[in-house]
């Protein structure tokens, strides 16, 4: 398996702009999660998706951020309008009920 | 604040000595995991104890659990300047799934 695959892996857009960051989790997965990571705020978790189903989503900034899982393969995470302090590294990961999670490279993302 | 929280917040040591951080909790878990993140890059797993469990090894590392204290700590033994990375604790506490991190560790290996 590819492991878990995240794009773009560096976004750079300007304030006012839609973003989508795209997640494909590793097959077989059922359980999947959109974190944040700035220097500020450290590892955030955003929302998490259970059996495609989103269970928690308190962790979503703002209602300018959304989260879809329409198949078992694929997510994303939508931020509509982007402001320069959503810049951060955004990660996707995947798991199997208790087991590890396996986390994407990453998203790279840069709002000036 | 977080359900796991590393000490310390920072640690420095030179190549051969050995690495300890401590994570803490707060709720019962089902298990504690530790992850690995090298500057830039994602979490990368290192090693998973679950609840009924008081110790894990896998090669340099040694991780104990102390549910009674709610603690665990990972032991880096031997460490190379590879080990410089950061290191997060996650808990696992009955919620489909869901781990939560604590804010890490950065080791530094000096070589």
């Known amino acids: 398996d590819a492991g878990v695959i995240q794009s773009p892996r560096h976004e750079v857009t300007e304030m006012g702009q839609e973003v989508t960051l795209r997640c494909k989790p590793i097959s077989g997965h059922n359980s999947l999660f959109w974190y944040r990571q700035t220097m500020m705020r450290g590892l955030e978790l955003l929302i998490y998706f259970n059996n495609n189903v989103p269970i928690d989503d308190s962790g979503m900034p703002e209602d300018r951020f959304s989260a879809k899982m329409p198949n078992a393969s694929f997510s994303t995470l939508k931020i509509q309008p982007s402001e320069p302090r959503d810049s951060a590294v955004y990660f996707c990961a995947s798991r199997t009920g208790y087991d590890e999670q396996y986390f994407g490279p990453g998203t790279r993302l840069t709002v000036t | ?111």
């Open chain 2, 1 to 111: 604040s977080q359900q796991g929280e590393e000490d310390p917040q920072a640690l420095s040591i030179q190549e051969g000595e050995n690495a300890t951080m401590n994570c803490s909790y707060k709720t019962s878990i089902n298990n504690l995991q530790w992850y690995r993140q090298n500057s830039g890059r994602g979490l990368v797993h290192l090693i998973l104890i679950r609840s009924n469990e008081r110790e894990k090894h896998s090669g340099r590392l040694r991780v104990t659990l102390d549910t009674s204290k709610k603690s665990s700590s990972l032991l880096i033994t031997a460490s190379r300047a590879a080990d410089t990375a950061s290191y997060f604790c996650a808990t696992d506490s009955g919620n489909a799934g869901k781990s939560t991190f604590g804010d890490g560790t950065t080791l530094t290996v000096k070589p």
